[in-house]
């Protein structure tokens, strides 16, 4: 089913239509209404009026999250406070998060774009969807919560942790939709087989999950051990949260809503705009936010847009799985890497759980990783030559991937710390 079919099959000249009549709404809001555009735009000389196509957008210096954290916490809101029914911050790594404003107009749109990738993905009015997404600043929780109540959805707003009971509810409430990060629903798996919870004792079939990334390997892994459909979306708070886009159940790159949010490529050192099919960093516009209108916003997140009609027979623009973030690319040595290329080696492998942690130090001038592997089984651990064994394996196939020497350091079952969240995966030890 295609819940808003007149904007999620436009045909493309159409949607170029309508997204220029609105990116020029936007930005004459944005230039009239916050003095930090206003300041950026007349730096350069550029007017509103200057905006005529949409290629015209190229002219607009791009928003990064610095520009968020220097306007903390409402300075870049386009509309007075009493306008603003919702707040949402996402707390950076250091120092103050940054905070969102969402106006009522907003908050239905919001609503809208994550109903659309929740019906998308096979979501319907029968279904009981467990949110084990945290609730609170996060967007997680209550932006999918809402969009599961327009679809007509029931319910249950769960929240994260407190995982046994998680496995109690889902079973004694008959949920048969899961939404979460895809490692909270790794964890999940685990804590269900360790209370004897196997695949016919649950109604799971679907899982929405989103927050952070997971390889095609993760998802099967997923999808095996609960047995479901596992589906991904997108999203960022400074954008909407999640919303930006989704996957239908033909599991084929991500639906953007871009009646709602204008995507480009672009390289991430140069800025310069790529093409469709091109690899490069995501910059995204908001069409319709009234609250806090973004405009060019450098995700970070690097993927590739791709504008081909999908199976389900929806046209909007497709972007593939996110293969991680600019700033979570490791060099090492020269070397690109990113974590997820070390996720694809590991998961599905013998002996192994999906449970990793990649550690990079320094020796001097050089970078050194390390990996630590989970055992599904510790007796290996008292088998010095099958220990060996697995270990030289993983070496043999990470350098193949990678292009160079990695340790792995095997470890105990259940010792890599579990994630309620996003997970952790990388301890950058350089320079501590
Ligand atoms: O994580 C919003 C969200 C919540 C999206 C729930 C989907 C589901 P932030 O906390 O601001 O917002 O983090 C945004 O998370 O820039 C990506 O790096 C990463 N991210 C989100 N979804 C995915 C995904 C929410 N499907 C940051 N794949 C983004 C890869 C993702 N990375």
Same mark, same amino acid.
């Given at each position: 089913?295609?819940l808003?079919?007149?904007?999620?099959?436009?045909?493309?000249?159409?949607?170029?239509?309508?997204?220029?009549?609105?990116?020029?709404?936007?930005?004459?809001?944005?230039?009239?209404?916050?003095?930090?555009?206003?300041?950026?735009?007349?730096?350069?000389?550029?007017?509103?009026?200057?905006?005529?196509?949409?290629k015209d957008?190229?002219?607009?210096?791009?928003?990064?999250?610095?520009?968020?954290?220097?306007?903390?916490?409402?300075?870049?809101?386009?509309?007075?406070?009493?306008?603003?029914?919702r707040?949402?911050?996402?707390?950076?790594? /250091?120092g103050?998060?940054?905070?969102v404003?969402?106006?009522?107009?907003?908050?239905?749109? !919001?609503?809208?774009?994550?109903?659309?990738?929740i019906?998308?993905?096979?979501?319907?009015?029968?279904?009981?969807?467990?949110?084990?997404?945290?609730?609170?600043?996060?967007?997680?929780?209550?932006?999918?919560?809402?969009?599961?109540?327009?679809?007509?959805?029931?319910?249950?707003?769960?929240?994260?942790?407190?995982?046994?009971?998680?496995?109690?509810?889902?079973?004694d409430?008959?949920?048969?939709?899961?939404?979460?990060?895809?490692?909270?629903?790794?964890?999940?798996?685990?804590?269900?087989?360790?209370?004897?919870?196997?695949k016919?004792?649950?109604?799971?079939?679907?899982?929405?999950?989103?927050?952070?990334?997971?390889?095609?390997?993760?998802?099967?892994?997923?999808?095996?051990? !609960?047995?479901?459909?596992?589906?991904?979306n997108?999203?960022?708070?400074?954008?909407?949260?999640?919303?930006?886009?989704?996957?239908?159940?033909?599991?084929?790159?991500?639906?953007i809503?871009?009646?709602?949010?204008?995507?480009?490529?672009?390289?991430?050192?140069?800025?310069?705009?790529?093409?469709?099919?091109?690899?490069?960093?995501l910059?995204?516009?908001?069409?319709t936010?009234?609250?806090?209108?973004?405009?060019?916003?450098?995700?970070?997140?690097?993927?590739?847009?791709?504008?081909e009609?999908?199976k389900?027979?929806?046209?909007?623009?497709?972007?593939?799985?996110?293969?991680?973030?600019?700033?979570?690319?490791?060099?090492?040595?020269?070397?690109?890497?990113?974590p997820?290329?070390?996720?694809s080696?590991?998961?599905?492998?013998?002996?192994?759980?999906?449970?990793?942690?990649?550690?990079? /130090?320094?020796?001097?001038?050089?970078?050194?990783?390390?990996?630590?592997?989970e055992?599904?089984?510790?007796?290996?651990?008292?088998?010095?030559?099958?220990?060996?064994?697995?270990?030289?394996?993983?070496?043999?196939?990470?350098? /193949?991937i990678?292009?160079?020497?990695a340790?792995?350091?095997?470890?105990?079952p259940?010792?890599?710390?579990?994630s309620?969240?996003?997970?952790r995966?990388?301890?950058?030890?350089?320079?501590?």
């Amino acid at each position: 089913m295609i819940l808003s079919k007149d904007v999620e099959c436009l045909s493309r000249k159409d949607m170029d239509q309508l997204q220029l009549e609105r990116l020029k709404v936007v930005v004459k809001s944005a230039y009239e209404n916050v003095p930090f555009y206003k300041k950026k735009f007349d730096e350069i000389g550029l007017k509103p009026e200057h905006i005529v196509t949409l290629k015209d957008i190229e002219k607009i210096p791009f928003t990064t999250k610095d520009d968020l954290r220097d306007n903390y916490p409402y300075s870049l809101f386009a509309v007075p406070m009493k306008k603003i029914v919702r707040l949402h911050a996402s707390s950076g790594t /250091t120092g103050k998060p940054i905070v969102v404003g969402y106006t009522k107009n907003d908050m239905e749109n !919001w609503s809208e774009c994550v109903a659309r990738l929740i019906v998308a993905a096979g979501g319907h009015e029968e279904d009981i969807a467990q949110v084990v997404f945290g609730y609170g600043l996060f967007t997680g929780g209550f932006g999918l919560h809402y969009g599961l109540e327009k679809v007509g959805i029931t319910v249950v707003p769960a929240s994260s942790g407190n995982s046994e009971r998680q496995i109690m509810l889902m079973q004694d409430f008959g949920s048969t939709i899961i939404v979460g990060t895809p490692s909270y629903a790794l964890y999940l798996s685990e804590v269900a087989a360790e209370m004897g919870v196997k695949k016919g004792m649950h109604k799971l079939r679907l899982g929405l999950f989103g927050g952070e990334g997971h390889t095609p390997e993760m998802r099967a892994e997923i999808e095996k051990r !609960w047995g479901i459909l596992a589906t991904e979306n997108y999203g960022l708070s400074e954008i909407v949260g999640p919303g930006v886009s989704g996957e239908c159940f033909c599991q084929c790159g991500m639906h953007i809503n871009e009646d709602h949010f204008y995507p480009e490529i672009i390289e991430s050192t140069s800025g310069k705009a790529l093409g469709y099919d091109e690899k490069g960093e995501l910059v995204l516009t908001t069409l319709t936010k009234e609250g806090i209108p973004m405009l060019r916003y450098r995700t970070k997140d690097i993927t590739i847009l791709n504008p081909e009609q999908c199976k389900c027979g929806r046209t909007n623009v497709r972007m593939n799985k996110v293969l991680g973030r600019t700033d979570d690319m490791l060099i090492i040595r020269g070397v690109n890497v990113f974590p997820s290329q070390i996720e694809s080696v590991l998961v599905g492998m013998e002996h192994i759980g999906p449970h990793y942690q990649i550690i990079v /130090t320094q020796k001097g001038y050089m970078d050194e990783i390390e990996v630590l592997v989970e055992l599904i089984d510790g007796k290996i651990l008292e088998k010095f030559s099958e220990l060996e064994k697995v270990e030289k394996d993983i070496r043999h196939k990470l350098k /193949t991937i990678l292009q160079i020497d990695a340790k792995v350091r095997l470890v105990e079952p259940k010792s890599i710390e579990r994630s309620m969240g996003k997970a952790r995966r990388v301890i950058d030890m350089r320079g501590k």
